[in-house]
C-alpha cells in the first residue's frame, strides 16, 4: 500500500525553453508538514499550481491517496481533498466570518455545512468573531480567515503559499502553531511555502529546497538546515 496521502512524480512544466518545474518528485506522508523553500522564481508556488491543477504538466503526473488525478482539473481536485491558499487572501470583508465559511463549505458539498463551518471556526479561533465583517477583522485573523476557507470539508491535503505574509512575529508563531495542532488533531498533510525560515524548520517535518524549477536537497530540517550549499545559497543569517 502507498504510505504517501500525495505524491508527484518527474512533474514537470515548460514555457519553449522556460523550464519552470524539471522533474520534480515530492512525497507528502498523512499528518506530515513539507515545507517548501527557496528564491523568488525557483518554482515553489509553481509546484503548489501543479499539484492542484492550475497548471497543465508537460509531463509527469500527480498522486492522491493512491488516485492519479494528474487528468483532474483545479475544482475536481478540491472536491477530492487538495486544498490551497493563496499569497493574497481569498476572503469577502463584507460578509461576516461565519456566513462566508457556511457558504464555502455548503458549496463543497459539505451534508451539514454549519456543523462543518462551527468545527473549523473553533479550530482557528474564529467562533467569538462570527459575526464580525472580515473587513473589521485585523490582519492576522483574516490570515486565519482565508485559512478556514481551505479547511472546509475536511480536505486531505492543505497547501500554503506564504501564509505569515505580513504578519507580525507573534502573529506567525500563533498560526503557525494552529497549523502544528491541525495535523495532529485532523491528521490533515501540509505543504508549506514560507519564506520565514524559524517557521518553516520550526514546524516543519520535512524541508524541500527549490532552485530554477528543480529539488535540489530534501529530508530532514535538521540535514537541510546543514547542507552547505542550502545554508550559503538560502537561509544565511537565518541558519
Do not use: C
Not at 158 to 178: N, R, T
Amino acid at each position: 500500500m502507498n504510505q504517501y496521502i500525495l505524491q508527484t512524480e518527474d512533474v514537470a512544466i515548460h514555457y519553449g525553453g522556460v523550464k519552470a518545474l524539471d522533474g520534480v518528485d515530492l512525497t507528502l506522508e498523512k499528518g506530515q508538514i513539507r515545507g517548501l523553500i527557496g528564491p523568488n522564481g525557483a518554482g515553489k508556488s509553481t509546484v503548489i499550481d501543479a499539484i492542484t491543477g492550475r497548471r497543465k504538466l508537460t509531463r509527469g503526473r500527480v498522486v492522491l491517496a493512491g488516485e492519479d488525478v494528474s487528468h483532474l482539473g483545479a475544482v475536481e481536485r478540491r472536491m477530492r481533498g487538495l486544498s490551497r491558499s493563496f499569497q493574497r487572501t481569498s476572503i469577502f470583508g463584507g460578509m461576516p466570518v461565519r456566513k462566508q465559511v457556511e457558504l464555502a463549505s455548503y458549496k463543497m458539498g459539505v451534508a451539514d455545512s454549519a456543523d462543518d463551518a462551527e468545527a473549523v471556526l473553533q479550530e482557528l479561533d474564529l467562533i467569538r468573531l462570527g459575526n464580525t465583517l472580515a473587513e473589521d477583522l485585523g490582519y492576522g485573523e483574516q490570515r486565519r480567515l482565508d485559512l478556514a476557507l481551505a479547511l472546509v470539508g475536511r480536505p486531505k491535503v492543505l497547501m500554503l503559499d506564504e501564509p505569515m505574509a505580513g504578519l507580525s512575529v507573534k502573529e506567525s508563531q500563533d498560526l503557525a502553531q494552529h497549523l502544528k495542532a491541525l495535523t495532529s488533531r485532523w491528521e490533515v498533510s501540509v505543504l508549506l511555502v514560507e519564506h520565514d525560515m524559524d517557521v518553516v524548520f520550526g514546524i516543519s517535518d520535512a524541508v524541500t529546497v527549490f532552485e530554477l524549477g528543480r529539488v535540489i536537497a530534501s529530508g530532514d530540517p535538521a540535514a537541510v538546515r546543514a547542507n552547505p550549499r542550502v545554508r550559503e545559497a538560502y537561509l544565511g543569517s537565518a541558519a
